[in-house]
């Protein structure tokens, strides 16, 4: 399984940016995606998941404004951030796991090279 995240970007605080996550290769072995994100000098944490069958989880200071979604038919991943802080500046990552939706990075078989996203005061 291959993972291409883009959309990243540089916005002001208070804009939304649109982060995409393609697949290919053997997407059907995967269960849950999720979206991670590492600042710098910063452990890499979760940031969203969503199982195949729609359920999501959400990191407790996005909730709210970031929204995670996929399309099934094009095997791609979403992440709608919206109000988006400083504080959200970093890279991005999208991640898919065979298993169930973990909230540990090992429990992601598969990552993406990443998205940066920057958000200016």
């Known amino acids: 399984v291959q993972l291409v995240e883009s959309g990243g970007g540089s916005v002001q605080s208070g804009g939304s940016l649109r982060l995409s996550c393609t697949a290919s290769?053997?997407?059907?072995?995967?269960?849950?995606m999720g979206w991670f994100r590492q600042a710098p000098g910063k452990e890499r944490e979760r940031v969203a998941l969503?199982?195949?069958?729609?359920?999501?989880d959400y990191k407790d200071s996005v909730k709210g404004r970031f929204t995670i979604s996929q399309d099934s038919a094009k095997n791609t991943l979403y992440l709608q951030m919206n109000s988006l802080k400083p504080e959200d500046t970093a890279m991005y990552y999208c991640?898919?796991?065979?298993?169930?939706?973990?909230?540990?990075?090992?429990?992601?078989?598969?990552w993406g090279q990443g998205t940066q996203v920057t958000v200016s005061s």
């Open positions: 969503i199982s195949k069958i729609g359920a999501t």
């Open positions: 290769g053997y997407t059907a072995s995967i269960y849950c």
């Open positions: 991640a898919a796991a065979t298993g169930w939706c973990g909230f540990r990075l090992i429990d992601y078989k598969y």
